[in-house]
């Protein structure tokens, strides 16, 4: 069984950066198309960025230039590094699969909160 877990939010001032982690256990993910996604209070879960398993990324327009989301050398880890953070970053942040309906049961997620 596949299990994701998330680390490295946290609260941090407008400006100011942050790296997630997500690890994950039970299977090899670098053949996978993985994303970062994020669920702001009140709102959907919303994708954030993708990279396939050649390393090609792709943003939301609203982190375009400021996060960048990478593998680690190692098969199953995943980050998301997230520059000049804003107030509306502010959600949980979870790894997956990139699918409109993941496999993988989701993780516990990562609490990013940005003050203004």
């Known amino acids: 069984q596949v299990q994701l877990v998330e680390s490295g939010g946290g609260l941090v001032q407008a400006g100011g950066s942050l790296r997630l982690s997500c690890a994950a256990s039970g299977t090899d993910f670098s053949i996978t198309v993985m994303a970062w996604y994020r669920q702001a209070p009140g709102k959907q879960r919303a994708l954030v960025a993708t990279?396939?398993?050649?390393?090609?990324?792709n943003y939301a327009d609203s982190v375009k230039g400021r996060f960048t989301i990478s593998r680690g050398d190692d098969k199953n880890t995943l980050y998301l590094q997230m520059n000049s953070l804003k107030p509306e970053d502010t959600a949980v942040y979870y790894c997956n699969q990139y699918s409109t309906f993941p496999a993988w049961s989701w993780g516990q997620g990562t609490q990013v909160t940005v003050s203004s």
């Open positions: 990279i396939t398993s050649g390393g090609r990324t």
